[in-house]
């Protein structure tokens, strides 16, 4: 039978039928013969004898063993040893029988007659007292010994003896053990390594150290490491086997926990690795179940619980720390270990014991998780099925796994700083570098690539010095280097080079990273473009530019307009004595108009400084613009060539007809002067409309998405040198040879484009030619064309009302006397405000319409038509200021009009408020 037969069997051993007399005895024999109804055929003396001394009966032929057996226990015994050898079965026996302190073998077989039919029994009984003695001597000792000693029979594949340590190893008995087949107590895994181990032992092998797992009796199994004899020729093995379970659950706790940190080290999800410890945990301590919980802002969040209840996990996943919070809330809000014994009675779980309870856990022990600096991240949790308290094991296992735990939660809290700090670092606007303590570039950011043009790949290896650009010195590369080496942060401005040869202004900061030893290991430096900035920069710059100017400006207003209204008020009268002499009125003429661009000029820097306020009405622009051009064309001299591509969509702007008829004019005006004795000249004027979109706002600095008018005006001129194009649109700046130009015009466009919130940019090439484009806001709006056909304007005469007219110049009062009484009105005049009320209390019957300067001495324009209008509440005013009459926000209501005024326009106003219903 083959030793595969003998393991997978389920056959009990089966006795050896031997004739009796054929057997060998040593030992006293006794033997006899029964015949079917147990009547003796024949009997020994030694059967006689022993029959005497143990019931003390006589035996004679033919009468029946039966009948000469005294204990009851006895007859029934034998009787059925007898009735079974009877039937053809062979039965082996050992026992004492009567009074008898001796043990028999006893062998009870059928015996056969001729024909081959059963007759009767044949009965071998051998002596083996002294036998049995040894025998039982060396099971007293096999039964004291800590370790299982077992004999089996591999042809049967039954162990068929055992010590009493089977019971205290595995919890079966003796009986137990040696009357199911040896291969239903090995573990399935280890079933092809023990039929291979006896294989061995049957070819003469012995075992040293063989380890297999053993069915215990609740089920689980337990590791034994056996040694054992080769077998013998009956094919039996002695062996001997040690309880190694603590040993294998050290070894398995050890490989997991090496496994474990290698899944640290590899940086596997933490999840996955809390999940593995627990397990763990779980395989070390049967029946246990274990969890872990992240602190994160106050609250227990869950980790891992591979053998919870999901139920249970989603019920705590969240849950407020603090005392009294069952057993992890407490020792994460506490720091220190809590041992809960039963979940059902401890108050630290009455808040939440509902949770816990209907999953059947029922004591919990929890050690908080820290950080190597003694930080609480989070609580490992220990639970069992019933209440408990840690053994001495268990107790050390709580605490390693929190130490084990704690590893990961640092490490994913370090992690997931790195995480953030590197997001920071990619996302970040400004160019990020990383070289080591030698220079050689190991990291940039996206940024630096959209700053420098160059990859990553095109520059990790390399030297920054790749970025020089040849506008810092040496010197000021060795001071950095001399800075930096030294242990200190280096901060400057300078300007580098881009991958296409540009160049670009930036702000720097580089500094030392250092080891834990305190050495520089890496440099950092900090890159931010410059380049928006610089063109703020500029822009702030130019308007306090404009704001000085416009100080001035304002300063100067007053006297300036008072001298021209004086001048303008003279050369109306004078006018109108000259109509006799055409070459005088000219002569006045084209003065008056001296005067009056003078007056223009004053407002166009109040107005570039933002010092006059602008008249913005929604204007459709496209009408606007070719209403416009049909005027200026017949300025432009014939020789050039005047061409325009407007575009017929209806485009609406919010802005000031007047303005934007000045940038028009002063544009056409500057490239014709910049036509000047070229060839073939021209002047093209473009209208469309064009799309900003992210990517130009951030390309254009300030210029906002969405829908823009797009005005350029080109010539093929003279062009304008490159170093000369910043300083374009400041006052007073001109190109134009002396006695050509004020140096006004480009700022008056500057600042009529601000002031619609526009965008004007310069493209010009020195001897080529000049491309000025200007970018209005574009609006929604179904605008009129109202301020394209301005009403005809023609003056007006008086019907002899009286004016109080009240001025503290004595020019402006003086010429005013003359032109109001040129127009048919009767003039009363004041010099300051306090007179004027004096003479108003005296003629207030009789004057009409009053005409104000704002600012007096004595009292100003303003309290004098306060007091004047006690007097008479419905009284007329005009003020008149040779200042920014928008500057006069107490005078909102009012009517102001500013020096000098146009007498034309002067005497339609006078007219419509006079002729105005009371």
């Excluded at 959209?450 to 790949?457: N, Q």
């Excluded at 209208?687 to 350029?712: F, M, N, R, V």
Aim: glycine residues 8%; proline residues 3%.
């Amino acid at each position: 039978m083959s030793i595969e037969t003998v393991i997978h069997s389920d056959a009990s051993p089966s006795a050896v039928n031997q004739p009796a007399a054929n057997r060998q005895y040593t030992n006293p024999v006794n033997i006899f013969c029964l015949d079917s109804s147990y009547r003796y055929l024949y009997y020994n003396d030694v059967h006689r004898d022993a029959v005497l001394k143990a019931w003390g009966a006589k035996i004679n032929r033919g009468s029946s063993l039966l009948d000469m057996i005294q204990q009851q226990d006895d007859r029934d015994v034998i009787r059925c040893n007898l009735d079974r050898a009877l039937a053809g079965e062979t039965v082996k026996e050992i026992k004492k029988y009567g009074e008898l302190k001796n043990y028999w073998e006893t062998l009870y077989s059928p015996m056969y007659d001729p024909d081959g039919q059963i007759a009767g029994v044949n009965v071998v009984s051998t002596n083996i007292t002294e036998q049995k003695k040894k025998e039982e001597k060396l099971q007293n000792s096999i039964d004291i010994s800590p370790g299982l000693i077992a004999i089996a029979n591999i042809e049967s594949g039954y162990f068929i003896e055992c010590n009493q340590a089977v019971t205290s190893m595995l919890g079966h008995t003796v009986e137990e053990f040696t009357s199911r087949p040896l291969i239903e107590f090995i573990h399935p895994d280890d079933r092809q390594k023990t039929a291979e181990e006896i294989t061995r032992q049957l070819k003469g092998s012995t075992t040293t150290n063989f380890q297999n797992r053993y069915l215990c009796k609740d089920g689980s199994f337990t590791w034994l490491s056996w040694q054992g004899t080769a077998a013998d020729k009956n094919g039996l093995i002695y062996a001997v086997a040690t309880d190694i379970s603590d040993l294998k659950r050290s070894e398995f706790f050890v490989k997991q926990t090496a496994g474990i940190l290698e899944m640290i080290a590899l940086g596997e999800s933490a999840s996955s690795i809390y999940d593995a410890i627990a397990l763990m945990y779980e395989a070390r301590h049967p029946g246990m179940r274990c969890s872990m919980l992240e602190l994160r802002g106050g609250k227990l969040m869950h980790g891992g619980a591979p053998s919870l209840p999901k139920a249970y996990c989603e019920a705590v996943n969240g849950l407020e720390y603090g005392p009294s919070v069952g057993s992890c809330g407490t020792s994460t809000f506490t720091g220190k270990r809590v041992l809960v014994e039963d979940i059902a009675t401890d108050e630290k779980w009455a808040k939440i014991k509902h949770v816990a309870l209907p999953h059947g856990l029922r004591c919990c022990w929890s050690e908080p998780i820290k950080s190597s600096k003694g930080d609480v991240l989070g609580a490992f949790g220990m639970y069992y099925n019933h209440p408990a308290l840690p053994n001495a094991l268990e107790l050390l296992d709580l605490e390693s796994a929190g130490l084990l735990a704690g590893i990961v939660m640092e490490r994913e809290h370090r992690e997931a700083k790195l995480r953030t700090l590197s997001q920071a670092i990619e996302q970040a606007g400004e160019s990020v570098m990383i070289t080591d303590r030698h220079g050689t570039i190991e990291y940039v950011n996206p940024a630096f690539t959209d700053m420098t043009g160059f990859s990553a790949e095109e520059v990790l290896g390399n030297n920054p010095r790749m970025l020089k650009s040849g506008n810092q010195s040496d010197e000021y590369y060795t001071q950095l280097w001399q800075t930096i080496s030294k242990g200190e942060i280096w901060n400057s401005k300078l300007i580098d080079q881009r991958k296409d040869g540009s160049h670009y202004p930036a702000i720097m900061s580089i500094f030392p990273i250092f080891n834990e030893e305190g050495e520089i290991t890496h440099y950092a430096g900090i890159q931010q473009d410059m380049t928006e900035h610089q063109l703020l920069e500029e822009q702030f710059r130019q308007s306090q530019k404009m704001e000085a100017l416009g100080t001035l400006v304002g300063g100067i207003a007053h006297d300036f307009n008072n001298m021209l209204a004086g001048m303008t008020g003279n050369i109306y009268l004078a006018k109108r004595h000259a109509r006799e002499h055409p070459e005088i009125l000219k002569k006045l003429v084209n003065v008056e108009h001296l005067s009056f661009r003078a007056a223009n000029m004053i407002q166009q820097l109040l107005t570039f400084a933002r010092k006059e306020r602008v008249s913005m009405k929604h204007i459709p622009f496209t009408a606007f613009i070719k209403e416009t051009l049909k005027l200026l064309h017949s300025s432009v001299p014939e020789n050039i060539v005047f061409s325009q591509d407007i575009c017929t969509d209806r485009l609406i702007i919010n802005g000031d007809g007047t303005m934007i008829h000045q940038i028009l004019l002063n544009l056409i005006n500057n490239a014709c002067d910049a036509l000047e004795w070229r060839s073939n000249p021209c002047i093209h004027i473009t209208l469309e409309t064009i799309q900003i979109d992210k990517a130009l706002s951030k390309k254009h600095a300030g210029y906002a998405s969405g829908s823009y008018a797009h005005l350029s005006v080109k010539d093929n001129g003279s062009g304008i040198p490159k170093d000369n194009i910043e300083h374009l649109f400041e006052p007073f700046f001109s190109t134009k040879d002396p006695g050509k130009g004020t140096g006004l015009g480009l700022a008056m466009v500057f600042g009529a484009v601000e002031s619609h919130h526009g965008h004007i940019e310069v493209e010009s090439i020195e001897d080529e030619g000049t491309d000025i484009h200007i970018y209005l806001p574009l609006i929604h709006s179904e605008a009129g064309d109202d301020l394209l056909h301005p009403e005809e304007q023609t003056g007006d005469t008086g019907e002899g009302e009286t004016i109080l007219l009240v001025d503290d110049q004595s020019e402006v009062r003086n010429t005013g006397r003359e032109v109001l009484e040129s127009l048919n009105y009767r003039i009363l005049i004041a010099s300051n405000g306090a007179e004027s009320v004096e003479i108003y209390k005296e003629n207030a019957e009789s004057i009409d319409l009053v005409i104000m300067d704002i600012v007096m001495p004595v009292m100003n324009g303003d309290e004098a038509v306060r007091h004047i209008r006690a007097i008479n509440a419905d009284v007329k005013v005009i003020f008149s200021t040779g200042y920014d009459k928008d500057m006069q926000s107490e005078l909102a209501e009012e009517v102001v009009v500013n020096k000098p005024f146009n007498v034309i326009q002067m005497s339609q106003m006078m007219r419509k408020m006079l002729t105005k219903q009371a």
